[in-house]
């Protein structure tokens, strides 16, 4: 198998040939943003909300696009073009570039945008559901995809000590927020619960609300984590984890122990606006 065609900084370049500067304050600094989006049928899924938050992202820590979304969207559709996969997965990383002192971005920002192959979960996770754990840490601008994934690196380390498939991030409020790479939703007398503030606002958890509104009450609120024993159904959302029961959190059992039938309604309505199954 051939080896994926990266964009770096201007050129389309074959993995083995992709460089990045020892001086990038993305490896220096951990200073940059990333969006991570996947294809259905061969075409970028919801390209310009992700470009959006991206820009958004950036803004938040002060960076600077140095190609405009609409020439980003060029730059992701040469490179499935080059790579020719069924599907992929697309990240969209931006950084402060190189940097003459190691800390200060003077110049012009690095933009890398990788493909490779998709990948999918095990069936069982989506059949059977999966156990997620809580976690107490605290993190640095929360609405904004930075590369500086150290808190959800912890976090993922405690919830495989746990076998456990994600972590959820709870507040010195003692608020369950977000996963470590995801949304979370529960369930509650029919009505779907998922947080409003204090998480970075996903673009799967956007196409769950729409859909999910034209059958469901949906409430966007706090989520407690005393409320976690009382509720019917949970799941988790992301562009890699598409739309994925929950059965335990902690040591709790959700519901029934199994994948709820209202979370079977959701994962059906975001499997046929996104596949046409």
């Given at each position: 198998m051939s080896k994926p065609i990266f964009y770096i900084n201007g050129e389309f370049l074959p993995e083995d040939e992709a460089k990045v500067s020892v001086l990038d304050l993305g490896l220096l600094r951990g200073y940059g943003v990333f969006e991570l989006l996947r294809t259905y049928s061969g075409k970028p899924f919801r390209l310009k909300e992700h470009l959006e938050r991206l820009k958004n992202s950036a803004?938040?820590?002060?960076?600077?696009l140095p190609k405009s979304p609409e020439e980003i969207a060029k730059v992701v559709d040469e490179l499935l073009v080059q790579?020719?996969?069924?599907?992929?997965?697309?990240k969209i990383i931006l950084t402060?570039?190189?940097?003459?002192?190691?800390?200060?971005?003077?110049?012009?920002?690095?933009?890398?945008?990788?493909?490779?192959?998709?990948?999918?979960y095990p069936a069982e996770f989506y059949t059977e559901g999966v156990k997620v754990v809580t976690v107490r840490i605290e993190r640095f601008l929360a609405t904004s995809k930075t590369i500086n994934y150290i808190p959800a690196i912890l976090a993922l380390s405690q919830?495989?000590?746990?076998?456990?498939?994600?972590?959820?991030?709870?507040?010195k409020k003692g608020e369950v927020l977000e996963g470590t790479t995801s949304n979370f939703f529960v369930f509650k007398n029919k009505?779907?619960?998922t947080p409003k503030e204090g998480i970075l606002l996903g673009i799967s958890r956007q196409v769950v609300l729409e859909l999910a509104k034209k059958e469901y009450k949906v409430t966007l609120r706090p989520i407690k984590y005393e409320e976690l024993g009382s509720i019917d159904e949970a799941f988790l959302t992301a562009s890699n984890k598409e739309v994925m029961?929950?059965?335990?959190?902690?040591?709790?059992?959700?519901?029934?122990?199994?994948?709820?039938?209202?979370?079977?309604?959701?994962m059906e309505?975001?499997?046929?606006?996104t596949r046409g199954e």
């Open positions: 803004d938040q820590i002060g960076l600077r790579n020719r996969f069924h599907e992929a997965n697309i402060g570039g190189v940097s003459p002192d190691q800390i200060t971005p003077l110049g012009t920002p690095s933009l890398f945008v990788l493909a490779y192959p998709a990948t999918s919830a495989r000590k746990q076998e456990a498939v994600e972590a959820l991030y709870v507040n009505i779907l619960i029961p929950v059965v335990r959190i902690d040591d709790m059992v959700v519901g029934s122990g199994k994948p709820g039938q209202n979370t079977q309604r959701v309505m975001f499997r046929i606006y």
